[in-house]
Each structure stands twice: as C-alpha cells, then as structure tokens.
C-alpha cells in the first residue's frame, strides 16, 4: 500500500482523491500512476473491484491542462452504464481542478451530446459507436488527442469492436499515449495490443499484494426446469442486501424478472432492448436500492461498480470464463466480501470445470437449498426486521391494540401471525420459464489449457483469487471469444437498434463477426454492447 501523497500529484488531483475517501492507493494504482505519468503505454491488469479506474482516471487528469479547450483524452468503454460510470468517477477527480469531462453514448439524445460537447469537455468517455456517429457529423474531432485509454481492453479488443476502433484510433495523433486496462488478459490480447501501442509497460497486479476481494464461489448442480425454484430459495436463504442475476439471453433477463416480480420480489431486468431511458431507471433502482434483485445479460458484467452488492446469481453459465471472472468481480470489490452462486446443469459440468481451469480457482459445490433452509432463512430475516423496528421504539401508538389482543390470543399465536403477514403470502404459482440450451465446451478448449492472463509474469494468477490451483499453460489455447454479434444495432442515427430477432439475441451495436474462423452461428446470447 502506498500514500497517494508520494506520487508526486498536483494538490488539486489529491484533494479530490482526499475528497473521494481514498486513503491509500491500491496496488494496481501503486504501479500504475508512476508509469502513466511517465508517458510510456501501457497494459494493467488486476482483479474487479480493485480501483482500475482510478489508477487510469488520477494519472491522466493530473496530465492535462486546464487551460486547453480542446478535447485532449478519450476513454473508450464497451457499454454505455460504463461510460457513464466512469465518467461519474472522472467528474468527481476532476472536481477542483476545473477540467471537463462528459460521457457520449448511444441511446441518448444526440442533440443534448453536441448541446454538451460545445462547453469543450477535454475529456470525452464514450462508447466506440457513439463516438463514430459523432466523429461523422464532425461534431468530436480528435486531432489534439494526446491521451487513449480502452477500459475493459479486452471486451474493446474483441473481434465486434475491433473496426471501430481502429476506425477511431486512426484519426488520433500517433504520438499519444494508450493504455489498456482489464481484469482479465487473454493471451490474444498481445497480438491486438501491438496494433494499438507502442512498446507497452506490462502492469499485472499479482494476487497476494492485492487487497484481494473474497468472493466465495460456488456451484449447484441444478436441471434446468428447477433452476427458477432453487433461485428462489437461494435469495430466501441468503438474503442478499444487493445481487445480481445474470441470465444468457434477453428472453431469459424478461421471463425471469417477471416471474420473480410475481413471487414477490423486488427486482428488475436490464438488457439490451431496452429503451436506454429504462435501462438508466433500472440502474438507478438498483444503486439506491429501490430494487434489490438486478436481473441482467453481459451487459452488467463488465465494470459496474454498485456498493451493496452482496450476491452475484449465474442464473446460466456465461459462454466464456473470462465472462464469469467479470460477473462475480459485481461483488467482493474496494476490500469487501461477496458470494457468487452458479447454476450448472448436469450437461455442463465440462463447462464448469473449464471454467474452473481458466480461472485457476476451484469452485465448491454446494447442494441446492432445502425448502426448509428457505423458509428459515426467511423467517430470519422478518425476525430481524421485527426486531430493528422494536428497538427503534415509537410503538407507543400501537401498544393500547396489542394488550387488547393479548388478553384475547395467546403471545405465541399472535406473533407468529404478525411475522406469516410480514414474510408475505408466497404466491407459489407454477412458473416456467421457456429452457435454454446447455452452454457446450467449444472445440478449442479441448486441446490447449487456455489461461485468460497475458502470459508475462509466471506467478501472476490472473485475477487474484485466493489460492487455486489446476492446469493453467500461459501459452496455450488461442483463447478467442467466439461471438456472432447478431447485428449492429443500438446507436444508428434512425433510432432502431433492435435486432430482428430480439428474444435471444441483444443486437448491440458491434459489428457481426465474418471472419471467426469457425464460421457463423446464431448466438443466444446478449451482447448488448450499445454503444
Ligand atoms: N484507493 C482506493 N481506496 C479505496 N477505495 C477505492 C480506491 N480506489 C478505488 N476505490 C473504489 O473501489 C471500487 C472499485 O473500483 P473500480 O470500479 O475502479 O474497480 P475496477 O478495478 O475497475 O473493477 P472492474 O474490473 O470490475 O472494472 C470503487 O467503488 C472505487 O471508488
Ligand atoms: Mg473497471
């Protein structure tokens, strides 16, 4: 740990930092700041939730100048909650030094984004196809550029985002400064990464010096007709103060949200097809608490930093590990523990244990709650709240009631009734969801042991997660991401955006995948990367 005072920041930059309750750096800031000040590129790598924007974010605006009106930085993000995340936390380090700085993504209002962009932000934080759209309309032009940084690089790197990209880093100056940052590394990126950067100062943050996140994983082996039943029983028992569900399909996100509304929960979807005005009042639900229960595709896997997430549900198996690893880093992040739940149907145990081998982490298994554990748990929590409110007094009015009815029932009976109203009718209505496909081992997994870090420090466990052990050759694999992107969709100018077949499918803006190698096929998944 080290002081952000010895980093040799302007007072301008700390005092935001003070201001922002960061007492000490972390290890990837640590590393990090040192050598993006110095000028160099670089690609930094560490575990979710371990302060990746910050240690990109503090370097960069201790850089620029506030006297310049020209738009000298570009954050690139893969989705738009993202962009407007990171564009909150850069506005808040920003704060006294009196640089501008504003997200531009798909979805919003173009009109109020070139409104904004005439108060001359110097900092732009966008999603890559917004950023096109406006680079077009000559309304963003990047000539004086000096700073690229590709947060979620290699999400950004992937093959759907890869052209716009390109598209958009050629009209930034050469001699700039590009930085890459990630959880995850899959070998691959390298080759990418010679594209994009000059000479790259390697960052991987190895576990033990990282105030490692604990998130305790586990896996039921659940058939797929149960899955909804043991998702229920699972919030009942653990009570999540905040979690996240993460379904495969956009159909999936809305059948499931739905029927958890209807047993009684409060909880909420969030997806690609949505309108981008629901997807901001699900997220803003969701981070003030008015929903306890996020149901989502990928599309909350990557970045998403909401305090109080407890629990993170992997309703199906994510296609890719390095998905997984991005999903359960929604909790046990800043130094805090989390618990992450995976469902495995009997068909995709392989899946889960390639999973395990990627992410060189054993993931214990655990047996499907009981109705009974349910139900406690449950009554747990009503009695809990019985007592909070009883402790925070102010009874008085209901006192005079309750000895009249004492004198007529008995204690016992009394309170039990008081505590089956408070746990709620549960409307067990039969609910089915329509099945979705087991996930499959992909063919180049069976080969190569694929690892998802970038291969150069021998003891860098990828993501930091205690211990594991288990197969794990640096070079092997070829870890590719094998999406069929179904469409580009989201920010075109006409305002569709939906893909045609919107019940699997979450059309996103990337571009279909041609040239995979593996020829095309339908994906189910969301990929809903608007931008
Ligand atoms: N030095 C620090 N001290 C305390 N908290 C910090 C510090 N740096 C960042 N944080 C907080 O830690 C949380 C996680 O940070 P951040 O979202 O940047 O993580 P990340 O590494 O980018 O994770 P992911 O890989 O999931 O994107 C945020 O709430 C952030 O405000
Ligand atoms: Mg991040």
Redo the contacts with the bound molecule.
């Keep these: 740990m080290k002081n952000f005072a010895e980093l040799g920041l302007e007072p301008k930059v700390l005092q935001a930092i003070t201001e922002?309750?960061?007492?000490?750096?972390?290890p990837?800031?640590a590393q990090s700041i040192p050598i993006a000040m110095s000028g160099r590129d670089m690609i930094g790598q560490?575990q979710?939730?371990?302060?990746?924007?910050?240690a990109f974010g503090i370097p960069l605006i201790n850089k620029i100048s506030k006297d310049t009106d020209k738009i000298v930085a570009l954050i690139m993000t893969p989705t738009r909650e993202l962009a407007i995340q990171v564009a909150e936390?850069i506005g808040k380090l920003t704060r006294f030094k009196g640089i501008g700085s504003l997200p531009i993504y798909g979805g919003q209002d173009i009109g109020r984004q070139i409104r904004a962009l005439k108060k001359k932000p110097q900092i732009i934080i966008g999603t890559p196809g917004r950023l096109l759209d406006h680079i077009n309309r000559k309304t963003i032009r990047l000539d004086d550029v000096e700073t690229v940084i590709l947060d979620e690089a290699d999400e950004m790197l992937d093959m759907g985002f890869m052209e716009d990209i390109q598209s958009i880093l050629k009209l930034v100056p050469e001699e700039r400064q590009t930085m890459l940052f990630?959880?995850t590394m899959p070998p691959n990126i390298q080759k990418l990464a010679q594209q994009f950067l000059k000479n790259p100062e390697h960052v991987s943050v190895v576990p033990k010096q990282v105030s490692a996140p604990l998130i305790d994983q586990a896996y039921i082996e659940v058939p797929e007709r149960q899955k909804f039943e043991a998702l229920c029983r699972l919030i009942d028992m653990e009570s999540p103060e905040l979690a996240i569900v993460f379904g495969r399909t956009k159909r999936r996100v809305d059948e499931l949200s739905e029927a958890l509304q209807k047993r009684g929960y409060s909880a909420d979807g969030l997806h690609g097809d949505l309108s981008q005005n629901q997807r901001d009042t699900v997220m803003r639900k969701f981070r003030d608490g008015s929903i306890d229960v996020l149901v989502a595709t990928d599309v909350a896997a990557?970045?998403l930093?909401v305090?109080g997430v407890t629990h993170v549900v992997n309703f199906d198996l994510p296609q890719d590990p390095e998905s997984y690893v991005?999903r359960i880093?929604r909790t046990g992040?800043?130094g805090k523990e989390g618990t992450a739940w995976s469902f495995v149907t009997p068909r995709e145990i392989d899946h889960l244990h390639l999973i395990e081998r990627v992410t060189r982490h054993r993931i214990t298994r655990k047996p499907l709650p009981t109705l009974a554990e349910a139900i406690e748990g449950k009554q747990r929590i009503i009695a809990e709240r019985l007592l909070e409110t009883i402790e925070s007094g102010e009874l008085n009015e209901y006192k005079g009631l309750a000895i009249q009815l004492l004198e007529q029932y008995d204690s016992v009976q009394l309170l039990s009734g008081a505590m089956k109203m408070l746990t709620g009718e549960k409307r067990d209505s039969e609910i089915q969801l329509t099945p979705e496909d087991p996930i499959r081992v992909k063919r180049r997994y069976n080969n190569g042991k694929p690892d998802l870090r970038n291969g150069r420090k021998p003891s860098g466990n990828y993501g930091g997660f205690r211990g594991g052990s288990g197969g794990g050759n640096r070079n092997g694999g070829g870890y590719n991401r094998d999406r069929d992107n179904g469409g580009r969709g989201g920010y075109n100018r006409s305002g569709g955006g939906r893909s045609s077949d919107s019940s699997y499918r979450d059309g996103g803006d990337r571009k279909p995948r041609t040239s995979n190698g593996e020829g095309r096929r339908p994906s189910k998944r969301d990929d809903s990367f608007n931008s």
């Design positions: 922002l309750g960061f007492e000490e750096a972390t990837i800031q560490a979710t939730g371990t302060g990746k924007t910050a936390e990630s959880a990557r970045g930093d305090s991005h880093g992040r800043a």
